[in-house]
């Protein structure tokens, strides 16, 4: 909701506003049809040319179970992108969601690129952060190869292995 390269999100026409009464209104339905779901609130990372805040999205603990952050590690795949850590990554978008709500969060999407420096290390940098916190019970990794850029864990034996170590330790 807090991107800027699709029509569903914020621009001129589509505020947070309209996000926060689109998300009250579903929910409300879904509690009216006494659905059995679960609402994860998951806005990607902080980014430069982001259009709003995340207190401005937030529709409120009451109207979410489980909140989330979607982030990327895009290297040196293009031009305006540098290599980050995980640390780097989400770091700062963490921060900024603990101080709106202490709800459980989770990874929703989370992946990191070989080109610009080493998966490998991105990896194990995630394995060593993830326990300072301790609100994140959830990590999804974005396995795919997306417009040409392949996030997959299987991009390297080294990426792999760093994985499979570091799934071993959190055990």
């Known amino acids: 909701m807090n991107g800027d390269w699709g029509a569903y999100q914020l621009s001129a026409r589509n505020t947070p506003q309209d996000f926060k009464r689109a998300w009250l209104r579903l929910h409300r339905i879904f509690r009216e049809e006494k659905a059995n779901v679960r609402w994860v609130w998951s806005p990607n990372i902080i980014y430069p040319t982001m259009r709003s805040n ?22 040196t795949t293009n031009p305006w992108n540098r290599w980050k850590t995980f640390a780097q990554t989400f ?5 900024a969601v603990k101080k709106i709500t202490n709800k459980p969060m989770q990874l929703g999407e989370l992946s990191s690129v070989e080109k610009g420096g080493n998966k490998a290390a991105w990896i194990r940098n995630m394995c060593q952060v993830l326990p300072s ?39």
């Open 54 to 75: 995340y207190r401005a999205l937030y529709p409120g603990d009451a109207y979410v179970d489980e909140v989330g952050l979607d982030g990327y590690n895009w290297g």
């Open 133 to 171: 916190y301790p609100q994140v019970r959830k990590v999804f990794w974005f396995h795919v190869v997306d417009r040409n850029v392949d996030w997959r864990l299987t991009t390297s034996q080294a990426a792999l292995d760093a994985f499979k170590a570091c799934i071993r330790k959190q055990s």
């Open 91 to 95: 770091d700062q978008s963490y921060r």
